[in-house]
């Protein structure tokens, strides 16, 4: 008989909506292995299971072989052939596996009658979550195509694993333990954090890191009591709910938004969790609170797995819980988001606040530290967001009325009418001082001479106000957050649709891509690069692309022919040495000489350039210039690399300094070596942006600022008032002070600071 691949592809298609009907994982495993031998004419499939934190697979599912061997049979990563595929990501295929020095034999499960042997790692990216392995009695039984239809499957089986592993941890679950009530807040305090996103928001607290999800949604004492039709109604409005919210954050944010409700939906379909919460409905609880219970449950499971991509669902089952219970109260629907309400969590994610933010949350208290790929993307979604502790996060009552001014990191509790009418007052005068319709098409210094106001961009939806503040060209395209919000690894031709519509939108104005700059305090969900302790000074971004050439090429592909016909630069982060650059230029002109071979049409003329945030890249300033196109100052990373002061942590925030000579010495080194070999030289971070070090900047020659766009105007205005002479004499009398207590006192004496920091 022949071997039916195509059938086979098909039927674990099925295999797989049965799985997302919520049928029990080992069933779901069993039945993978029972349809995969039986198309593939083999004699055993099993599949293992990866173990992230003991780094074992295990033997969960077999046809063929000795049912005792399930749960026992355990293999180190790079043991035997199915360790080694696990542990090198790439199927091993071998003709006789008694002659495999890799061959590993466990005796008593019959295997030693199986001569052909094909394991195909199951993986998620470059995650690993397990293998798929398929056995044979006769010699080099597995041809190339069985290897190809194999990873076709394990590519399915992969989300399958995870999204079953998903729903079963929660019903093997463990007992809760309860946690002591900590006191709360008094009415009119003020709680003092770190500004993370600035703009006030006010609103009522909503604690979705704590385990008391119905607490901001008690139901009328008076009302009858819900009944399980209630539930049914409640769900089912619930599950039009979130598609109309997929439906609707995909149109407005399509580079991002790709399932990112996903989870609320598999939750939402999984019989288990609502059949449990009808269940508890049926034996008397109320069902506000069978709801919360089952959630709960959830959430506890969820937070304490080992597994990343699981840990990362508890907001989602906190805000379904929210969801559903707001349905079954039947409140107005537009009740049923975030509006009205500021979120306190523990910890979030990317993705977390896009889906809050389509829900019209006001806005963030966190209480673990803000990454920093978290405060850019709320910047980018205007959503105020501040840092505070976990000591006062827990003590904030739900429902409580708060106004958080994102600016400066406070938190007024129940305010008073006098700071509600200064905030008032205060959000008038931001609004009038950041007017789009002030901004000139030209910036000019008060002397007359031209400077370009460029727009960092992090998510499409940048675009609008990048044109509203017009922005001269995109100075910094931070490409991670298509990468962070997905499972896997978007293709090519993903990125090349998000790329490319960056690129129509500016308009044939001037788009600086920067390549991928995952790692540090970010890393992917579905990329697990072994533990690091000390991820800023591990695996991130440049080292990251030149490791991974393949993610990297996919990439640098899209980039150039995203900007065929049009002027477009791409700029490579975290470069340390020459060395760097000159190893990611080869692989750009690998990738350019590809695209020609292959007729595709691309920008040749895309210029390269190097991010200098490091102070080994401001060591050989002049090599970088003289080697790249351009240079471009992350000031971000450089005050953080430069004076050793982690950019997201509060406890050492007052030492993250822009105004040390160290940085202002390095910032006037880089800029010199670019100006020596005549090539572009530009600032992107933050600083780019800072009305206090503005004349400085101007002062020691950069003329081109890529900024959070909306800050147009201020910079603009600033601009205009300067003239070169005077920036130029502020530079150098700056340059030539050696204490960070001279240059605060010099900013002070010129009137040109209030609060010195950055
Ligand atoms: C920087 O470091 O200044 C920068 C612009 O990059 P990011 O903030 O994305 O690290
Ligand atoms: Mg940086």
Redesign the pocket.
């Known amino acids: 008989m022949k071997k039916r691949n195509v059938d086979l592809v098909c039927d674990i298609a099925e295999l797989m909506s049965l799985a997302e009907e919520g049928q029990d994982r080992k069933v779901l495993l069993q039945n993978v292995v029972t349809t995969v031998a039986k198309h593939m004419q083999a004699d055993v499939c099993s599949i293992y299971i990866y173990d992230e934190e003991n780094r074992r697979l295990s033997l969960r599912a077999t046809q063929g072989l000795d049912a005792s061997a399930i749960g026992n049979v355990t293999l180190g990563l790079g043991e035997g052939i199915t360790g080694r595929a696990v542990r090198e990501l790439r199927p091993i295929c071998v003709g006789a596996a008694s002659k495999s020095s890799a061959y590993k034999f466990f005796p008593g499960i019959h295997e030693e009658e199986y001569e052909a042997f094909l394991a195909v790692p199951i993986l998620r990216g470059l995650r690993r979550i397990g293998a798929l392995v398929v056995q044979a009695r006769e010699v080099n039984y597995f041809t190339p195509n069985d290897v190809k239809a194999l990873r076709a499957i394990a590519a399915q089986l992969a989300t399958m694993i995870e999204n079953v592993q998903l729903l079963s941890e929660v019903r093997d679950r463990a007992v809760e333990s309860a946690a002591p009530v900590p006191k709360k807040m008094d009415r009119g305090a003020i709680i003092r954090g770190r500004s993370a996103s600035t703009g006030t928001a006010r609103g009522r607290a909503c604690a979705l890191g704590s385990n008391d999800a119905e607490a901001c949604m008690l139901p009328d004492p008076e009302a009858p009591p819900l009944t399980v039709d209630d539930l049914e109604k409640a769900v089912e409005k619930t599950m039009t709910q979130i598609d109309e919210l997929q439906r609707q954050t995909t149109a407005d944010l399509a580079d991002v938004a790709v399932l990112i409700f996903s989870a609320h939906q598999l939750i939402l379909e999984d019989r288990q969790f609502t059949g449990r919460i009808a269940d508890l409905i049926k034996d008397g609880t109320p069902a506000v609170k069978a709801i919360a219970t089952v959630v709960n449950e959830y959430v506890e499971v969820f937070s304490r797995s080992k597994m990343p991509m699981i840990r990362e669902k508890v907001l989602d089952v906190k805000d379904l819980g929210n969801r559903l219970t707001r349905n079954l109260l039947n409140k107005a629907s537009d009740a049923c988001d975030y509006r009205g309400q500021i979120i306190i969590a523990h910890e979030m994610l990317p993705s977390d606040i896009l889906k809050l933010s389509a829900e019209n949350v006001e806005g963030f208290l966190v209480s673990s530290g803000v990454t920093?790929h978290n405060a850019?993307i709320s910047r980018s979604l205007g959503i105020p967001m501040v840092a505070i502790s976990r000591e006062d996060a827990d003590r904030i009552e739900d429902g409580t009325e708060m106004l958080m001014d994102g600016e400066q990191g406070i938190v007024y509790l129940d305010p008073s009418d006098a700071v509600r009418r200064k905030y008032t007052e205060l959000d008038e005068a931001w609004k009038a001082l950041h007017d789009a319709s002030d901004v000139k098409e030209q910036t000019l210094t008060k002397c007359g001479e031209r400077v370009r106001i460029y727009a960092n961009i992090n998510l499409l939806s940048d675009l609008k106000p990048a044109r509203k503040f017009k922005a001269e060209g995109v100075g910094?395209y931070?490409s991670e957050f298509p990468f962070i919000v997905r499972t896997d690894f978007p293709t090519e031709d993903e990125q090349y649709l998000i790329y490319k519509k960056l690129v129509d939108q500016m308009e044939g104005k001037t788009v600086t891509f920067r390549t991928l700059?995952i790692g540090g305090d970010k890393m992917l969900s579905y990329y697990s690069s072994v533990d690091e302790a000390n991820p800023f000074l591990g695996m991130r971004a440049i080292r990251f692309s030149l490791q991974n050439k393949d993610i990297f090429s996919e990439q640098l592909r899209a980039f150039l022919r995203a900007g065929a016909e049009s002027r477009t630069r791409i700029m490579f982060?975290l470069i340390s040495s020459v060395d760097d650059f000159v190893a990611a230029r080869s692989i750009v002109h690998e990738c350019m000489d590809e695209l020609e071979k292959n007729g595709v049409p691309f920008n040749r003329k895309t210029e390269l350039g190097v991010m200098v945030?490091l102070p080994s890249a401001v060591e050989v300033a002049d090599e970088l210039a003289f080697e790249s196109d351009f240079l471009s100052i992350?000031?971000?990373?450089?005050i953080q690399y430069m004076l050793a002061v982690d950019r997201t942590n509060e406890k050492v925030s007052n030492l993250y300094l822009a105004h040390h000579p160290a940085i202002l010495r390095a910032i006037n080194r880089v800029v010199a070596a670019a100006q020596t070999h005549g090539k572009d030289v530009s600032i992107?971070?933050d600083l780019s942006a800072n009305k206090r070090m503005l004349p400085f900047l101007l002062g020691v020659g950069l003329r081109k600022f890529s900024i959070d766009i909306v800050n147009a105007p201020t910079v603009q205005r600033l601009v205009a008032s300067t003239n070169l002479a005077d920036a130029e004499e502020i530079a150098n009398h700056l340059l030539d002070m050696g204490r960070i207590s001279e240059i605060e006192a010099y900013l002070l004496e010129r009137d040109l600071v209030g609060d010195v920091q950055a």
Do not use: K, Q
């Not at 992350?634 to 450089?638: R, T």
């Open positions: 920093s850019i910094l931070r700059d982060p945030e992350g000031s971000n990373d450089l992107c971070g």
